[in-house]
């Protein structure tokens, strides 16, 4: 049971450049949320999912899509990276919405150039 | 969003001595109060959390209270060692049309000195 795994964990990209981001849970989870992490910021949610085939914009979520084709896996992409999304990310997830812990994977650290 | 607003930004205490972080919100609706802790280069990890059915929680050095009337909950940790130095994160749950979601603060960073 290896819980919330996040691929890759070191990234850098320059300006302009596409990637995305793999989060995998093994937990039979419904939900499963993006964050990004920067100093002095806090964990700011980006996009969220409450099961297979729904996503739902957070408190962040300009430059960013997900897609949410399995349970297991939450997907976010970088469609035209910028400086200003360099950031730790963090995928977590929970077993339902409601009054239920979130899980955290490792986070992946992204630099852009 | 709702906000959390946590305080202090940062802690500095003598191992032995109490540590207490302090968290409000604003969303009414709000039923569920995680406390995390993230040291560093690591994931958070949930170290307690309460629902809005209790007024307060303990798991042996670690305790929350929750004031649903004043909108604040804290975290308080008894005689502290140096492994509790991290950055703690207190969130608040929020409901919309599209689901379930925590709102968290901005993070206390905790120093505890031998």
């Known amino acids: 049971n290896a819980g919330v795994t996040q691929t890759p964990k070191f990234r850098v990209l320059k300006t302009g450049q596409s990637m995305t981001l793999l989060c995998a849970q093994d937990?039979?989870?419904?939900?499963m949320y993006w964050y990004r992490q920067d100093p002095g910021m806090g964990l700011r949610l980006i996009h969220y999912?409450?099961?297979?085939?729904?996503?739902a914009k957070g408190e962040v979520p300009d430059g960013y899509n997900v897609s949410r084709l399995k349970k297991q896996n939450f997907l976010l992409g970088l469609e035209s990276a910028a400086p200003s999304q360099t950031s730790v990310y963090f995928c977590?997830?929970?077993?339902?919405?409601?009054?239920?812990?979130?899980?955290f994977g490792d986070g992946t650290r992204l630099s852009i150039l | 969003g709702e906000n959390v607003e946590q305080h202090p930004s940062t802690l500095s205490v003598q191992e032995g001595d109490s540590a207490v972080i302090k968290c409000t919100y604003s969303?009414?609706?709000?039923?569920?109060f995680p406390w995390y802790k993230q040291e560093l280069g690591k994931r958070p990890q949930l170290i307690i959390d309460?629902?809005?059915?209790?007024g307060e929680k303990k798991d042996q050095r670690i305790a929350v209270t929750l004031n649903k009337t004043a909108k604040h909950f804290s975290l308080h940790i008894t005689e502290t060692q140096p492994e509790d130095s991290a950055v703690y994160f207190c969130?608040?749950?929020?409901?919309?049309?599209?689901?379930?979601?925590?709102?968290f603060g901005k993070g206390t960073s905790l120093l505890v000195t031998p």
């Open positions: 977590a997830s929970s077993y339902t919405g409601t009054r239920q812990p979130q899980h």
């Open positions: 937990m039979n989870h419904e939900y």
């Open positions: 999912s409450v099961g297979e085939g729904t996503t």
């Open positions: 969303d009414s609706a709000s039923n569920y």
């Open positions: 309460i629902r809005s059915n209790v």
């Open positions: 969130a608040a749950s929020i409901i919309s049309n599209s689901g379930y979601a925590l709102n």
